[in-house]
């Protein structure tokens, strides 16, 4: 088999681009393939802070280089999709300039509003361009890039939580829980949450951290709500109880590259309320059924006279369209495309 190394700006972490570069990882491994990784942040096999999003010094060729000397295939997990370190970005593509490399894109730049004016993507004949949603492989096209779409994938018999224990633990007795199951930044709309939250007079749940200099905004929402909020995840607990432990998934968020906290309540069968981002759509586009998070009475409804055969459509949706045991066989297609077996 072949040796492929990862590169990517942050690995091992709660993020999306972390939690689905593990599961490329662990589906190339599965094929039999030798894997190493390498990132400016997080658990890698080698680490280079010159790499990291927000690097103050630059990444050095050679250093990147040794890094992937003899692999047969580099795959790039969203370095080049959003410019964090334009100076990384510059030095992979010089490397990769003739090699094999498979191009992952979470996110791309235009989508952002501070970079949309960003340059095309560059492209080769030996390099491939995978993007997550049909969007941005269409906005790829328009700008002359050629892209395959291989979106997210999930376990469909994940580990059951502990709904008990957990809520005992968050003091959370009879009460509505609502879960927020994402790091909080200005476009998670942690607004919208806590007003549905407000509505429905629940418990709202922030699993995860402030990002990009948030804090002191999210400091201020939480303050200011009528509601209890409470934040993290206890010592001991893990996302599975989190999901177990709640009453309703909120995903409020104005703009997500995919949105997996989506897909994990259909896996974990809980209700879920959401707000229409674009991809939605896509995802929707499937055949789920999903709360609309400015349909309080609805969720109300809802959540009073759950409908359970609702979770079992949407979980065999998910299980056709969306499942992790796919993911092998999608990359061996790709990697096959690109003359490696």
Known sequence: MSRLVVVSYRLGGHDGVSIESAKW???????????????????????????????????????????????DVVVVENVVS???????????????????????????????PQWLNEPALQSRATWRHVTINDLSREELAERGVVATTIRNSFDCD???????????????????????????????????????????????????????????TLDGHVDAASIRVVRGLPPGFDIHDAYAACDLVVVASTWEGFGNPVLESVTHRRPLAVHPYPVLKEIRGFGFTFLELDDVRGIEQFLTRPEENLFAHNAAIARENFNVADLPGQLSALLENLGVK
């Open 25 to 71: 990882i662990a589906a190339l491994r599965h094929l039999g393939h030798d894997v190493a990784t390498c990132a400016g942040d997080g658990v890698a096999d080698v680490v280079l802070p010159e790499l990291a999003m927000h690097a103050t010094s630059p990444l050095a060729r050679r250093d990147l280089a040794r890094v992937l000397d003899g692999a």
């Open 82 to 112: 959003l410019p964090f370190n334009v100076a990384a970005r510059d030095v992979l593509y010089e490397i990769l300039d003739d090699r094999r490399a498979i191009f992952h894109h979470h996110d791309l730049p235009w989508q952002r």
């Open 158 to 216: 994940p580990p059951l939580g502990r709904r008990v224990a957990t809520r005992n633990a968050l003091k959370v007795g009879e009460e509505r829980l609502l879960v927020f199951p994402s790091r909080v930044i200005p476009r998670k709309n942690v607004e919208g949450a806590i007003s549905l939250a407000e509505s429905l007079d629940a418990v709202l749940w922030l699993l995860g951290d402030a990002e990009d200099g948030y804090d002191a």
